[in-house]
């Protein structure tokens, strides 16, 4: 049944010059629909929990279908091989140089002085460096450039540690006509 409710509200406006009350009365119905809000909640919740149990009744029935179609065929056994290992590649890089040796260029002298002489000696010593360093097995892998010019040596190339540039500069060093060494060896 619906019940009729009479409600009084007061209003208070307010404007800049004046303030007033305003009284308001509404006639409302509230209709009776016979099922409270609680029995309402309780229907949604049990139609959510039968949804929930067909829908799990159905999933265990596929399953076990499908477990019966499984037993009815073979068992199928995958071995799988160890991976041949393969050997490791190695590549070496060539040392890099970071300077060019220097061109060097005999122009006879116009006069026959010492010159001739002096290129003829560069000419030795560069060769008795060529050897010593050649011979040397620590010193022949290390790829150091040895430049002679007036009896004086210019060493480049790159060595793993300082040891080894001042065992390649001794060995220079030990060469006769060698007047003196620019080591220009690097570290890396």
Same mark, same amino acid.
């Given at each position: 049944?619906?019940?009729?409710?009479?409600?009084?509200?007061?209003?208070?406006?307010?404007?800049?010059?004046? /303030?007033?009350?305003?009284?308001?009365?509404?006639?409302?119905?509230?209709?009776?629909?016979?099922?409270?809000?609680?029995?309402?909640?309780?229907?949604?919740?049990?139609?959510?929990?039968?949804? &929930?149990?067909?829908?799990?009744?159905?999933?265990?029935?596929?399953?076990?279908?499908?477990?019966?179609? &499984?037993?009815?065929?073979?068992?199928?056994?995958?071995?799988?091989?160890?991976?041949?290992?393969?050997?490791?590649?190695?590549?070496?890089?060539?040392?890099?140089?970071?300077?060019?040796?220097?061109?060097?260029?005999?122009?006879?002298?116009?006069?026959?002085?010492? &010159?001739?002489?002096?290129?003829?000696?560069?000419?030795?010593?560069?060769?008795?460096?060529?050897?010593?360093?050649?011979?040397?097995?620590?010193?022949?892998?290390?790829?150091?450039?040895?430049?002679?010019?007036?009896? /004086?040596?210019?060493?480049?190339?790159?060595?793993?540690?300082?040891?080894?540039?001042?065992?390649?500069?001794?060995?220079? /060093?030990?060469?006769?006509?060698?007047?003196?060494?620019?080591?220009?060896?690097?570290?890396?």
């Amino acid at each position: 049944m619906a019940e009729r409710e009479a409600e009084h509200r007061r209003i208070v406006v307010e404007t800049p010059t004046a /303030r007033r009350e305003v009284e308001h009365t509404e006639a409302v119905r509230h209709s009776d629909s016979g099922i409270s809000g609680a029995a309402l909640a309780a229907i949604v919740v049990g139609v959510i929990a039968l949804a &929930a149990i067909l829908i799990l009744f159905m999933m265990n029935q596929q399953q076990a279908t499908n477990d019966n179609l &499984a037993a009815q065929q073979p068992a199928t056994t995958i071995v799988q091989q160890p991976a041949q290992q393969q050997p490791p590649v190695i590549v070496q890089q060539p040392a890099t140089t970071t300077q060019q040796p220097p061109v060097i260029i005999n122009n006879p002298p116009a006069t026959g002085g010492s &010159a001739a002489t002096s290129g003829n000696d560069d000419a030795n010593v560069q060769a008795a460096i060529d050897k010593k360093l050649s011979d040397d097995p620590t010193l022949s892998s290390l790829g150091i450039t040895a430049t002679v010019l007036n009896g /004086r040596v210019t060493l480049m190339g790159m060595v793993k540690s300082e040891a080894l540039k001042a065992q390649v500069e001794r060995a220079v /060093r030990n060469v006769k006509g060698v007047k003196s060494i620019d080591n220009q060896i690097s570290v890396g």
